[in-house]
């Protein structure tokens, strides 16, 4: 890693003040941001490899706070179906993936994660077939090919269809299996240390396939050895349904009574909330994941953001699993944030620079990291999304910021994962030939035919 500077970019910082410097630079050194300010380069980085990134915006790095990276091999499925039963078709299909399977899932996912802007990813892998090897290693040894910094979480089911819950009985696992193979995950793979690039977490899956028995089980597990815990709650209206069933009172008030909230619990989706529960998430601290396309995709409702936000949640963005989120754009969500939430409470419903906002210092906080990651300041992280704004597609809007959340998905001119190079340009293609005269083939791709004297077409 050498000292790297980017110069003449519009600087958005994230920082206590949330300044923005509309020519500035960003330096690092090492894994470090060393400098951020406005105006040219200070004398002192000279000796820096410098990068002229005018006509681009440089953020910091996306921070994904749900997903399910072996879902990339199920995508296109259960189109128009509800999540229960978009599920249930697509259970017995994940009871058939492996180890390898899962390497290669995940590795896609991850890679084009980093293309749409992020440089933080959690996982919430919960299926374990038997026989199928090392599921969650797979994950890791993908985060470690592709580069990004990775808070997994070992996912689990204990509640199958034969005492109740949703997923068959072949994807789930007893809760001794489940709580040992959690602690030797995080012996194995969890590094608390500043900077780490690898953080888990304990992640039972949902009300309805996981028993409270292991909820509380799992709570014990990940405070004793200082993780975080996550899980699904309040997607759907059927959830809700479910909970009042079977428990008597809301999916909130149910994990409120498995000691479920608190500043280490991040919950995904959190739809369908009455004001009581976000009262209740906002003092207990628990932070939201909220998952605007998936939660469309399978027309599960609207997360309450702005309502969140008002409350003093603590929110985040997250594309979820692609078979529920086919495009898997982190930069994607952050406008589809703003929209859905200004389709239900107006043009003042959220921001696009507070959409910006939860991708990355709402992720960070939710993940425990906003001592590290989610701004551009110096001393944190050398985590940095660099956005070329200066094409047709964004050029003539004035604000940089407005162009990148609600124009077109602009270029990733750079990804750097501390202090590490993850996404460059491509190089230009190759300008291929033109037809010549008296061509009869008419493509553009006939060096072949233009160069022949019989002028035969080339077979494709
Ligand atoms: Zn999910």
Redesign the pocket.
Known sequence: MTALVLRGCHVVTMDAGRAEYPSGYVATDGNRIAAVGAGPVPADLADARVIDASGCVATPGLVNT?H?LYQWATRGRALDATLFQWLTELYPVWARIDEQIVRDAATAALAWLARTGCTTSTD?HYVFPRGGGDVLGATVAASRDVGLRFHPTRGSMDLGASSGGLPPDEVVEDIDTILAATEQAIVSFHDPQPGSMLRMGVAPCSPFSVTGDLMRAAAGLARDMGVQLHT?IAETADEVEFCAERFGCTPVEYLDSLSWLGGDVWL??AVHLDDAAIARLAATGTGIAH?PS?NARLGAGICRTADLLAAGVPVGLGV??AA?NEGSSLLGEVREAVLMARAVGGPEGLTVRGSLELATLGGARLIGRADEIGSLEAGKLADIALWRLDGMAHADIADPVAALVLGARPPLELLIVNGETVVEPSPPAPLQPRPGPGCRCAMTMCAPCCRSSSSVAPAL
């Open positions: 749900h399910h919430h699904h995904a989706h998952c998936s979820d699993g529920s």
